[in-house]
């Protein structure tokens, strides 16, 4: 088992002939990601020879995912045509949707996440501005490395992508069931508690990192639904202590006003239900080591 992102996944690439698309297909099929073709419609009916690889170019998502079986979308399309892409992929009704891009204006953002509810939400959204889901030794749907952990026990969500790779990175020895970086944006698709409820409901993830940071009330949101809803054991950390009020830290979504988003306040509503939060993210690593040692 794992989460939204399995062995037998079969994803495309909108974005695919571009230049980030082309590297991240690279490094996705390198760590045997099952890549059915990627979509541009002024390339259609092209073929790309990626490392050995052949795949094809559709002019559309309906057309990849008819000719191919497609469920999976990584999208690495330029932020002023990121929401049309989006709002393709919806209409296709692929199962998940992983929106990399960065810089998309939030507005767009919001017109096809209402989209999609309009639709029924038959497309799950990852990010967008994130590094996508990656369930090591089955697949990779983004740009986290592949090769920095392998499977275990732990299931991992963070806003942040640099996080989420040091995070794979220091709890390697014990291994990761998937890994999915929700994106740091102030609107996104997939939500710390969507992620929560799946790792909850998938029979593989014994235990839980999250990873958090200033801005917004996602994690105070988190702490509730874990207090009435997850019983297996989660450790956090968040970001951004240091963070000057009323500053713009990194994402969009990470700024202060007042007390309302600071790391503290979050801090304290995780260890109100019982969650451990670690200092850095290496003493929540250890906080995880030891959460696991003791199952």
């Known amino acids: 088992m794992s989460i939204f992102l399995d062995k037998n996944s079969k994803i495309i690439v909108q974005g695919m002939t571009g230049s980030e698309g082309m590297k991240h297909t690279k490094r ?8 059915v073709g990627g979509v541009n419609p002024r390339k259609a009916g ?4 990626v490392d050995g690889t052949s795949l094809p170019v559709f002019g559309s998502v309906a057309d990849a995912m008819a000719a191919t079986g497609a469920n999976v979308s990584v999208i690495f399309v330029p932020p002023a045509f990121a929401k049309s892409a989006v709002m393709e992929a919806i209409d296709a009704e692929i199962e998940l949707a992983v929106v990399i891009t960065e810089g998309i204006p939030v507005h767009d953002s919001a017109s096809f996440w209402e989209y999609s509810i309009q639709k029924g939400n038959k497309t799950r959204i990852i990010g967008p501005n994130c590094p996508g889901i990656i369930s090591p030794g089955k697949s990779n749907a983004g740009i986290t490395p592949w090769n920095i952990s392998g499977a275990g026990p732990i299931g991992l969500v963070s806003k942040s992508g640099t996080l989420t790779y040091q995070m794979m990175f220091e709890l390697r020895e014990i291994g990761i069931s998937t890994a999915i970086g929700i994106g740091g944006d102030p609107i996104i698709g997939t939500t710390h508690i969507d992620a ?5 409901a998938d029979p593989e993830t014994k235990a839980i990192v999250l990873i958090g940071e200033i801005g917004g009330d996602s994690e105070e949101k988190a702490a509730n639904y874990i207090k009435d809803h997850v019983s297996k054991p989660v450790v956090a950390y968040v970001a951004g202590f ?11 979504g990470a700024i202060v006003s007042g007390s309302a988003g600071t790391a503290q306040a979050k801090k304290e509503a995780f260890e109100a239900v019982g969650v451990k939060v670690g200092k850095t993210p290496s003493e929540t690593a250890a906080l995880m080591r030891g959460v696991i040692a003791s199952l």
Do not use: Q
């Not at 092209?46 to 020879?49: A, L, N, P, S």
């Open 28 to 35: 996705m099929l390198a760590g045997g990601s099952n890549i």
């Open 46 to 49: 092209e073929t790309v020879d």
């Open 196 to 200: 929560l409820a799946a790792f909850e």
């Open 242 to 252: 240091t963070a000057p009020e009323g500053k713009t830290m990194g994402h969009a």
